[in-house]
């Protein structure tokens, strides 16, 4: 099965910033929604932000609102989550999603069912 290669992920200081990455050789996303979720050890998998296939709809979770933007290259079928003012909490291995519904299914969710093809994630650690 085809997966995502997510990148990015490393150790950075309270108040950092770091730029995530989602591609998928092999894996057209291009005509989906694509979601970034985060999960720490036995904890739920937790949704941070997506966007829709076109890019006309972004969705954040309260706690990444106003530091973090995800934004999407379907030519380049790269999906990127930046983010900046880091915060201890926003530790955890970062994922991105392909939505189950599509293609070309103008929607968002935050809900992690409804998206698949999970990638192997990247870790964030960030250090008060």
């Known amino acids: 099965q085809v997966r995502p290669v997510e990148s990015g992920g490393g150790l950075v200081q309270t108040g950092g910033s770091l730029r995530l990455s989602c591609t998928a050789p092999?894996?057209?996303?291009?005509?989906?929604?694509m979601g970034w979720f985060r999960q720490n050890p036995g904890e739920d998998r937790e949704f941070v932000a997506c966007?829709?296939?076109?890019?006309?709809?972004?969705a954040y979770s309260d706690s990444v609102k106003g530091r973090f933007t995800i934004s999407r290259d379907n030519v380049k079928n790269t999906v990127i989550l930046q983010m900046n003012q880091l915060k201890p909490e926003d530790t955890g291995d970062y994922y991105c999603g392909r939505a189950l519904t599509g293609p070309f299914a103008t929607m968002t969710s935050q809900d992690p069912s409804d998206f698949g093809s999970w990638g192997r994630g990247t870790q964030v650690t960030v250090s008060s």
């Open positions: 966007i829709s296939w076109r890019g006309e709809s972004t």
């Open positions: 092999g894996l057209s996303f291009a005509a989906y929604t």
